[in-house]
């Protein structure tokens, strides 16, 4: 079934420059790539190297300087910024590094605010189960300040499931977590991607992080330099060690 | 320090900006009304070098108003033979001389007098001047004051219809226009005869109402004064022009005094409003900047560098606001000066001067509320340790509410001690009992405002579960009450506001009940007949329709003023046998049918106030001299008859011009009120100026005066709402502004720019519905009290005028719309990446 169906999201030439004339940098270089719907990819790379960029462009958060990104079917380069939001809306999630929550808002709200956002019904029953998933049910009415940093990164995770997206991103959500709950959000997005199919791609620079993912995506000055298939973290070390060597001979 | 204050009110630019904006509006009404007096007191200058006679002599005892008293002319020779005169011109002025207009109904009468008056020659003792044409000479001549003229359609060379108390409606050949000094009295309009003419139209032949003598050289005013007093009759007023100057002084200053107070009031409201704009302002700024004031912290700036900073851009605001509330100042009092011109008085040379006085108080008012408003906020700056720079978003910890909503309920049950006081006192000292409930309505007031933070949540919450179903509002409503403080001082704004208004608005349509009330339960006539402004008018209109087909009753009364102790009241002569068939006189004893030759009713509250009962005899100053009155009686003063009540012939035996003050007439069972009144017009056309009324159009007429008056009231109060408004836009441009992250993620998420506005619109419509809740409860309790407070004052009906008030709350529901246009605007354009990305 999943070779059938198209990739969740798909980057084509996809170019993004900033600047102009002296201050212009190269942040994307004609980069290809395919996400495979139920996959979980993790993009790594030194800072400065695309990876936050990569992502705003293919989330539909940044409009790209040429190339064409693609979420499921649907070509969003060129989007008016209404049809972007609700593409945002209905097929993307999100996790950020930090202030993932609405302050105002409780727990559960967070959880459902993109239904709430669409004045779409809440599937009950899969919500029950995202809710046990991340485990924070007895917290649910709880505001973000009264959660640790581990529950609020989960609860946007919970957030980023609730609406059955098409594709999550997450920028570096552990950066800002200790070992333990960062281990925790990392374990929740494993399995979100082995019981409930789904396609998460995940900015980090920590190779433990990405060790828990199907796929690393390696990127350099703008360009998908390599990539490793269900890597140990070792072997990711290994390969950031070979990607700089060449860079710091240059 | 001034530096980095500099820095942050550019970075700032559009709060500052609003800031700058408010608060200059109060100023500019403060430093207005400074400048008007200022030129005021130019024109005072001008007015000593203005041409005055060395001596006045003015007949009647006191200033009867529209009664005019007069001197014998033969009197003005004798006072020329005087040893110390050099001569002297006999005058006629008067009121009651109505210049029609091209439709045939007497121009600008309606609150100021029309004045006829006679010309005089020499022009170092006139106080009119002629602008164009030649003076009046002959029977059929005049001049008018260039207002006038301009307001009738008349120019020189052109006829004009004039209606006279003596002559009637005549109509006359303009040969001139003339100009006349603030002596002359604003407003109103101005026609001038020659002398023989004056006295045929105005008084009677042989007569002149006041003489202007000029000294011989040598002999100074006093001693002439001294001599011409010694001449003429008691009841006749001698003026030197130094006193008359004085007198003008005082009376113009007085009259501007009250105009003064009145709009500096409102100024001192509006600043009072906009300190809660600033503190806002302030509080919100420091917050945001709490990193990099603990930052300045950290590097070594000391806590007092730290305030400051703050206080050091409150000055700069307080600075700015002072000067471009001066500029303000000077169109204020240009507008001021254009209304008093509207009104018809030019204020000679009385240039528009910007005093160090003027200058000091703009800037003493404008800093006062700036840096006063900044206190606060100051010290909180400078309560941010150094450590907060190291913290992730250092959130100020969210402060009890407990002292603060103390203090509220504390000073709301303090209320209501001055609030009761005021009640008990209401009927016995009407004074002291208007300031304590003054001084309720403050202390209410300020508590009010204490406890508004605390309000905030329950309202709130009410509010916001009309909207709880949809997130965007419960988003709106939590943003709402997330900082009760913030919520409640940008309400208070426009609690303020709408507060005074709504009391206003329920002491208005109270007044306008009572009015009617009283009309209803007094007068008895079908209709009545009342010359202009309510002035007296010649008995040919009662001769004209005293057999008027259909009237059961005809009836005419008179009112003269008689000066008693130095307070002048009305004695109102009527016809004993007929009168209670028109008016209905609320007797508590004696009676008005056995009223007799010099004996009177006296109303309650006179009698009180002179300490007089039935049996005792009252001696007065009435316009030709001294007069008794044997009291026999008392009445409620609850209709329009107030002060004493006496029989016409007493009124004559006093000695009077006869001039009647209103005729009422009751009609027969049966008869159609359309036919008579058709039959009264027909029998006044050569009375232009009188109005046949019935009871509807008294009612209008009066509530007519009502909705001016309060009309502006609204005006000036709109300043402070407007204030109000403009800090609502400010504390949400600064929460759009704190919260850029928290809508960079709901936009990221999938919200909508219009869901993101509809947000920012909502909150701003909580805020607004918040300041009108309280404001509209505040002012109608205000309202209420002020009502039974000035019950014995004759507002005795209570009436809430809801219509009124659902207009008030939906034009605030809508000016909070208005002022979320902006920041929504803002919080929509918003780039989500950026946001996002801010750290
Ligand atoms: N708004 C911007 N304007 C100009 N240049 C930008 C902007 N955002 C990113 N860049 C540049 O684009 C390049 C890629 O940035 P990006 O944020 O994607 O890097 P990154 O791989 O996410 O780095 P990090 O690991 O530090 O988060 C960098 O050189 C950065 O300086
Ligand atoms: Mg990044």
């Known amino acids: 079934m999943h070779d059938a169906a198209p990739p969740a999201a798909r980057a084509r030439a996809l170019t993004k420059i900033y600047g102009e004339g002296d201050t212009r940098v190269v942040a994307l270089d004609a980069v290809d790539l395919d996400i495979e719907p139920g996959t979980f990819t993790a993009i790594m790379g030194p800072s400065g190297s695309g990876k936050s960029t990569l992502m705003h462009c293919l989330a539909g958060l940044d409009s790209s300087t040429s190339g064409d990104v693609y979420i499921g079917d649907v070509l969003i380069t060129g989007l008016s910024d209404r049809a972007l939001t609700r593409v945002r809306r209905d097929s993307v999630g999100f996790v950020f590094q930090s202030f993932n929550l609405v302050p105002t808002l409780t727990a559960r709200e967070n959880i459902t605010l993109p239904l709430d956002i669409a004045g779409a019904p809440v599937d009950e029953e899969w919500l029950a189960t995202v809710i046990d998933a991340v485990g924070l049910a007895d917290r649910l009415d709880h505001r973000p300040s009264e959660l640790s940093g581990g529950q609020q990164q989960r609860v946007a995770c919970a957030r980023a499931l609730a609406s059955k997206p098409a594709i999550v991103f997450a920028d570096e959500p552990t950066g800002n977590l200790d070992s333990q709950s960062g281990a925790e959000v990392l374990g929740l997005l494993r399995r979100s991607v082995d019981e409930f199919d789904q396609t998460i791609v995940m900015v980090t620079h920590d190779a433990g992080a990405a060790s828990h993912a199907d796929r690393v995506i390696f990127l350099a000055d703008g360009h998908v330099v390599g990539q490793l298939e269900r890597p140990t973290a070792e072997e990711i070390l290994a390969r950031i060690g070979e990607l700089a060597a060449p860079r710091g001979a240059r | 320090m001034l530096r980095v204050a500099i820095r942050s009110l550019r970075a700032h630019r559009l709060r500052f900006a609003l800031t700058v904006l408010t608060v200059a509006l109060g100023v500019a009404f403060i430093a207005g009304t400074n400048i008007f007096t200022g030129s005021l007191r130019g024109a005072f200058d001008a007015l000593v070098s203005q041409p005055r006679a060395d001596v006045t002599v003015r007949a009647g005892a006191t200033d009867g108003g529209s009664i005019q008293a007069t001197l014998p002319e033969s009197l003005v020779a004798e006072v020329a033979a005087l040893p110390g005169a050099a001569g002297a011109v006999g005058v006629v002025s008067a009121e009651g001389a109505y210049v029609l207009g091209a439709d045939g109904t007497p121009v600008g009468v309606e609150g100021p007098p029309a004045r006829g008056r006679s010309w005089v020659g020499d022009a170092s003792i006139s106080a009119v001047s002629l602008v164009t044409g030649r003076a009046p000479s002959g029977p059929g001549e005049v001049a008018l004051l260039e207002s006038t003229a301009q307001d009738s359609g008349a120019s020189p060379g052109s006829t004009v219809r004039i209606d006279t108390p003596v002559a009637g409606v005549r109509e006359y050949t303009v040969t001139g226009l003339v100009t006349r000094g603030l002596s002359g009295g604003l407003g109103g309009t101005l026609a001038v005869f020659d002398l023989p003419t004056a006295q045929e139209v105005l008084t009677e032949p042989g007569t002149v109402t006041a003489i202007l003598v000029t000294a011989l050289p040598g002999v100074s005013q006093d001693e002439l004064a001294a001599q011409v007093s010694a001449l003429v009759p008691e009841a006749t007023r001698v003026e030197t022009a130094a006193q008359a100057r004085d007198d003008v002084v005082q009376r113009i200053q007085e009259g501007f005094a009250f105009f003064n107070t009145f709009l500096l009031a409102f100024g001192v409201i509006a600043l009072f409003v906009s300190t809660f704009l600033i503190f806002n302002t302030f509080s919100m700024l420091v917050a945001q900047r709490s990193r990099e004031l603990a930052l300045l912290r950290a590097v070594g700036a000391s806590r007092a560098q730290i305030s400051l900073t703050v206080l050091l851009e409150a000055a700069i605001i307080g600075v700015l606001a002072a000067a471009i509330g001066l500029l303000g100042g000077l169109g204020v009092s240009l507008l001021l000066r254009w209304v008093i011109g509207a009104l018809g008085a030019d204020l000679p040379g009385a240039p528009l001067t910007l005093t160090g006085g003027t200058i000091a108080l703009a800037l003493g008012a404008s800093l006062l509320v700036t840096i006063a408003s900044a206190l606060l906020p100051a010290r909180r700056a400078s309560a941010i340790p150094p450590v907060a720079a190291m913290r992730e978003g250092a959130a100020t910890s969210p402060r009890s509410l407990r002292r603060i909503t103390f203090m509220g309920l504390a000073l709301v049950v303090a209320a209501v001690v001055p609030a009761t006081a005021g009640l008990l006192l209401a009927d ?97 006539a079908d209709f009545v007949l009342i010359g202009p402004g309510f002035r007296p008018f010649t008995p040919e209109v009662y001769d004209a329709v005293r057999d008027l087909p259909g009237a059961s009753v005809v009836t005419y009364v008179r009112t003269i003023p008689v000066s008693i102790d130095d307070a002048q009241s009305p004695v109102t002569g009527v016809d004993p046998a007929v009168i209670t068939e028109v008016l209905d006189i609320p007797v508590v004893t004696g009676s008005v049918q056995d009223l007799g030759l010099g004996s009177a009713l006296i109303d309650t509250e006179l009698a009180q106030s002179l300490d007089v009962a039935a049996g005792d005899t009252v001696t007065g100053t009435f316009v030709n001299g001294e007069g008794k009155l044997r009291i026999v009686g008392t009445f409620e003063p609850a209709g329009p008859v107030r002060g004493f009540i006496t029989t016409l012939p007493t009124l004559n035996s006093i000695g009077t011009l006869t001039r009647d003050t209103a005729v009422y007439i009751a009609l027969q069972p049966g008869a159609s009120p359309d036919a008579v009144r058709q039959e009264l017009v027909t029998r006044l056309a050569a009375f232009p100026s009188i109005d046949v009324q019935d009871q509807a159009d008294i009612k209008r007429d009066i509530n007519g005066q009502f909705d001016a008056l309060f009309g502006l009231v609204y005006a000036l109060l709109g300043l402070s709402v407007i204030v109000a408004f403009l800090g609502i836009v400010n504390t949400l441009s600064l929460s759009v502004v704190e919260r850029t992250r928290e809508l960079g993620l709901v936009r990221a998420v999938g919200m909508s720019r219009r869901q993101v506005r509809r947000l920012v619109t909502l909150e701003a419509l909580l805020l607004a519905a918040l300041g009108t809740l309280l404001g509209l409860s505040l002012g109608l309790v205000f309202g209420v009290l002020l009502q039974r407070v000035l019950a014995p004052q004759g507002i005795s009906v209570l009436a809430v005028p809801f219509a009124q008030l659902a207009v008030f709350a939906v034009l605030a529901l809508i000016g909070g719309l208005a002022a979320a246009l902006w920041p929504a605007w803002r919080a929509g354009r918003m780039p989500v990446l950026t946001a996002i990305a801010q750290t």
């Open chain 2, 428 to 524: 016995s000292d009407g004074e002291r009992a208007a300031q304590l409930t003054g001084l309720a309505a403050a202390l209410g007031l300020v508590g009010v405002l204490a406890l508004t933070p605390a309000l905030a949540r329950p309202v709130l919450g009410l509010f916001g579960a009309l909207f709880r179903s949809r997130v965007v509002g419960r988003m709106a409503s939590a943003n709402a009450i997330r900082n009760p403080r913030r919520t409640a001082a940008t309400a208070s704004a426009l609690t303020v506001g709408l507060a005074l208004m709504t009391a206003v608005s329920v002491l208005g349509s109270s007044a306008r009940a009572s009015v009617e009330d009283v009309v209803d339960s007094t007068i008895g």
